[in-house]
Nanobody, 115 residues
């Protein structure tokens, strides 16, 4: 059984910063990919950022240069540092991990960017 525990969401003004964290608990040898998706009201869930076990990163065009995805393999934790936040970044952010050919999701954390 795998459990993902997210933290770090909240309300922030435009231009501000937030850091999301997601810790994975359970029985696994290693995690292939760790990352984040988000879903805004009335929109489909979309990928935001991913990082492989080898350190290769992927970012959606809309967040490149503003968000940084990193992982601590010893702690089975992934982080999303978000800067220069915009109202369009408002969404529920979901942690996602992949290993042994399966995906596992966190419960989601709300990020609201508003003045």
């Amino acid at each position: 059984q795998v459990q993902l525990v997210e933290s770090g969401g909240g309300l922030v003004q435009p231009g501000g910063s937030l850091r999301l964290s997601c810790a994975a608990f359970g029985s696994f040898f290693s995690i292939d990919v760790m990352g984040w998706y988000r879903q805004a009201p009335g929109k489909l869930r979309e990928p935001v950022a991913q990082i492989t076990s080898g350190g290769t990163t992927y970012y959606a065009d809309s967040v490149k240069g503003r968000f940084t995805n990193s992982r601590d393999n010893a702690k089975n934790t992934v982080y999303l540092q978000m800067t220069s936040l915009k109202p369009d970044d408002t969404a529920v952010y979901y942690c996602d991990i992949e290993f042994s050919g399966r995906n596992y999701w966190g419960q989601g954390t709300q990020v609201t960017v508003s003045s």
